[in-house]
C-alpha cells in the first residue's frame, strides 16, 4: 500500500482530525512530563492557578500577594480542573498545570483539519493538521502552561467553523447547528482565555474574505441569535464578577498595564523590526521547512480556489497585525500559523516546482544545521561531560531531520520528504526536551534549590519551620515549587528570618549584606547548602546558599561550624 492510499484511508471521517491531534500529542508529550518549571510567565500562570485552588478564589488572579491583571481567567480555570482531576495542589507537579495547553494543540491540529478538509479535501486536512502538530512552535507551547496553546486551539476551531460555513455556502449545503456552535465556543473561550486576540483573527480573516468576494452572505448563516448569547453566558459571568472584586481595577491594569505599552513599543525588551517573524517562519514552521516556499507559492497561483483564498485571507491580516506591533514574541504568530499550515499541505497536491523545491531543501537543511547548533551551544554553556552522549543524538536527530529531509524532497515525492522530516523532526524535538534540556542542572536553579532544601530537611512544605525567605533571587519558578508564602525579601530580612528559626536562601551578591544584617542581630548562622547556575531568565550566574533557621552563637563551636559548612557544601554540588 502506497502512502497516498493510506493517507486517503487514515482521512476519511473522523480519522483525520483524530489523527492530526495524536500526531500534536506524540509532538507535546515529552516535554510535558521532562520539562522542570519555566521562567517565567508558565510558573507565574502556574503558581497564580495554583492559589485559585489554595484559597477557593476562582475570580481575582493573583502572583503571591499581588494582583495578576493581564489575562482573562480562562486559562486558570482551564488549569485548576486539570489539576483537581489529575493532582492535587500541595504537589506542585507542573505537568498538571500543562495538561490545557497540551489539549489546545491537540484541539488546533484536529480543528484545521476537520476546517480544512471541507475546502481543500480529506487528505490535505489531515495533512495540515498534522503539519500544524508537528511543528516545533506548537509542539513547544504545547508543554508549557500558558496561554497560548489554548488559544490556538480554540481560535483554530472558530476559524474551521468558519471554513466549513464557507463551504457550505460555495456548495448550496445547509450548516449544520454543531458547527455554529463549534464557532460560537471557539470564539468565547478564545476571548476567556487571551482577550481579543482570539476575536480580532477572526474578524480580520472574515472581513478579508467579504472584501476579496466584494460580498458575504454566508455571514448571516453563523447563528447570531442564539451564538451571541451563548458567548455572552460564557464571558460576561466572570467579567462581571472580576469586574465588581476590583472595583474595576482588572480592566484598567491589563488595559494600560499589559495591553498599551505592547501597542506603544517593544515590552520588557522584547522588541524587533518588521519582517521578524517573515525572518524565523523557516524555524517555526520546523520539521515542516521544506514546504514553506511551495506553500507560500501556492497561495498566490491558488489564490482563486476558494480554499486557497481562505488560508490566504486567514494568515495575511494576521500576520501583518503582529509584524506591525512593536512588541514581538515567537509565539505571538501560533494563531496565523494554520493557515501558513494549510497553504504548504495544498501545496502537495501537483507536483512542486524546481525552484521552490530547492529553496525548500535548503531551508531545511539550513533549519536542522541551526538547532543543532544551539544544541551544541547549550552543551558547551551549561553541559558536563555526562551529558555529551545526549547532546550528540539530539544534535543529530536535528540534522537528520532537516538533511533527510532535504535529500528526499530533491529525489523522491513531497509528501514521503515530509512524513521523514516530520518523524526524525518529532524525535528531534522530543530528544531535545525530554532528555538532553532536563540535563542540564546548571539552568535548574529552582529544582536544584527545592531538592537542597529537601535534603537539608528545610523545606517547608516538607514539615520544616517556614516560609523561607529568599533574597537575591525572586524567579516566579521557585516560588511554585517552595510554596505560595515563600517570603521574597532584602539581606535583612533573610537575617530576621534566621533569627526566628526559620532558613533563608542568598545569593551571593547579597552575602555580605546578610552577615551584616546577622552581626548587628548579635546571630550567626550555618549554611546547610550551596546551589551554583544560571538564572536564564535574566542571564545572570546565581549562587544560592541555604542557611539553617535555628541560629548558633558567633563564639559556639565554630570549628564544628566550618566542617560543617564544608561537608554540606560538598554534598549540594552538581
Not at 508537528?134 to 504545547?142: N, P, Q, V
Request: aromatic share 8%; proline share 6%; charged share 15%.
Amino acid at each position: 500500500m502506497t502512502l497516498e492510499s493510506r493517507l486517503d484511508d487514515w482521512s476519511r471521517g473522523w480519522r483525520g482530525p483524530l489523527f492530526a491531534a495524536l500526531v500534536a500529542l506524540i509532538a507535546g508529550l515529552p516535554g510535558l512530563f521532562a520539562m522542570p518549571p519555566l521562567d517565567r510567565d508558565e510558573s507565574r500562570f502556574a503558581q497564580a492557578t495554583a492559589q485559585m485552588l489554595e484559597t477557593d478564589d476562582l475570580v481575582v488572579i493573583k502572583f503571591q500577594d499581588q494582583p495578576r491583571f493581564k489575562k482573562p481567567v480562562g486559562i486558570h480555570w482551564l488549569q485548576a480542573a486539570s489539576v483537581t482531576a489529575f493532582s492535587a495542589v500541595e504537589d506542585r507537579g507542573v505537568w498538571a498545570y500543562r495538561i490545557p495547553s497540551l489539549l489546545g494543540a491537540m484541539l488546533a491540529a484536529a480543528a484545521l483539519a476537520w476546517g480544512a478538509s471541507a475546502l481543500l479535501g480529506p487528505k490535505t486536512g489531515l495533512l495540515a493538521g498534522g503539519i500544524l502538530g508537528a511543528t516545533i512552535l506548537l509542539s513547544t507551547e504545547a508543554f508549557i502552561a500558558k496561554t497560548d496553546a489554548a488559544l490556538c486551539g480554540f481560535t483554530t476551531l472558530a476559524m474551521a467553523a468558519v471554513a466549513r460555513i464557507y463551504a457550505a455556502h460555495l456548495a448550496g449545503e445547509k450548516v449544520h447547528r454543531w458547527t455554529k456552535l463549534a464557532f460560537w465556543i471557539g470564539l468565547a473561550m478564545g476571548v476567556l482565555i487571551k482577550g481579543p486576540v482570539g476575536p480580532m483573527v477572526v474578524a480580520l480573516s472574515v472581513v478579508a474574505l467579504w472584501i476579496w468576494d466584494r460580498k458575504a452572505p454566508w455571514i448571516k448563516n453563523l447563528g447570531w441569535s442564539w451564538g451571541l448569547t451563548l458567548a455572552a453566558a460564557i464571558v460576561l459571568p466572570w467579567a462581571m464578577m472580576i469586574t465588581v472584586a476590583t472595583d474595576g481595577a482588572f480592566w484598567s491594569t491589563a488595559v494600560n498595564g499589559d495591553l498599551a505599552p505592547k501597542l506603544a513599543g517593544g515590552q520588557e525588551s522584547h522588541g524587533a523590526p518588521f519582517g521578524s517573524y517573515a525572518l524565523a517562519a523557516f524555524l517555526l514552521v520546523f520539521p515542516a521547512t521544506l514546504l514553506l516556499p511551495s506553500g507560500l507559492v501556492q497561495g498566490w497561483t491558488g489564490r482563486k480556489e476558494a480554499g486557497i483564498r481562505f488560508a490566504v485571507c486567514w494568515l495575511v491580516p494576521t500576520w501583518l497585525v503582529f509584524e506591525i506591533l512593536p512588541t514581538k514574541l515567537v509565539h505571538y504568530t501560533l494563531p496565523a500559523v494554520p493557515a501558513l499550515a494549510m497553504l504548504m499541505a495544498a501545496a502537495l497536491r501537483a507536483p512542486l516546482g524546481g525552484i521552490s523545491r530547492a529553496v525548500g531543501a535548503g531551508l531545511s537543511a539550513l533549519a536542522g544545521v541551526l538547532f543543532a547548533g544551539l544544541v551544541g551551544y547549550l552543551y558547551k554553556a551549561h553541559g558536563d561531560p555526562s551529558d555529551l552522549p545526549v547532546a550528540i543524538l539530539t544534535a543529530l536527530l536535528f540534522l537528520a531531520a532537516g538533511g533527510v529531509g532535504a535529500v528526499l524532497m530533491m529525489r523522491r515525492t513531497a509528501a514521503i520528504a515530509l512524513v521523514a522530516a516530520g518523524a526524525l523532526g518529532i524525535s528531534a524535538h522530543a530528544a531535545l526536551v525530554g532528555l538532553f534540556v532536563p540535563r542540564l542542572e546548571p539552568l535548574l536553579l529552582s529544582p536544584r534549590l527545592e531538592a537542597a532544601l529537601e535534603r537539608a530537611d528545610l523545606a517547608p512544605r516538607g514539615g520544616a519551620p517556614g516560609p523561607v525567605a529568599v533574597t537575591g533571587y525572586s524567579e516566579p519558578s521557585m516560588v511554585f515549587l517552595l510554596g505560595t508564602t515563600t517570603e521574597l525579601t532584602d539581606p535583612a530580612g533573610a537575617a530576621k528570618a534566621v533569627a526566628q528559626g526559620r532558613p533563608a536562601v542568598v545569593e551571593g551578591r547579597q552575602e555580605k549584606a546578610f552577615q551584616a544584617a546577622l552581626a548587628a542581630l548579635g546571630q550567626t548562622a550555618r549554611p546547610a547548602g550551596v546551589v551554583d547556575g544560571f538564572d536564564y531568565s535574566d542571564g545572570d550566574k546565581e549562587r544560592l546558599t541555604l542557611y539553617r533557621g535555628a541560629p548558633i552563637q558567633p563564639d559556639d563551636e565554630a570549628g564544628q561550624a566550618d566542617e560543617d559548612t564544608a561537608e554540606t557544601q560538598a554534598e549540594a554540588r552538581p
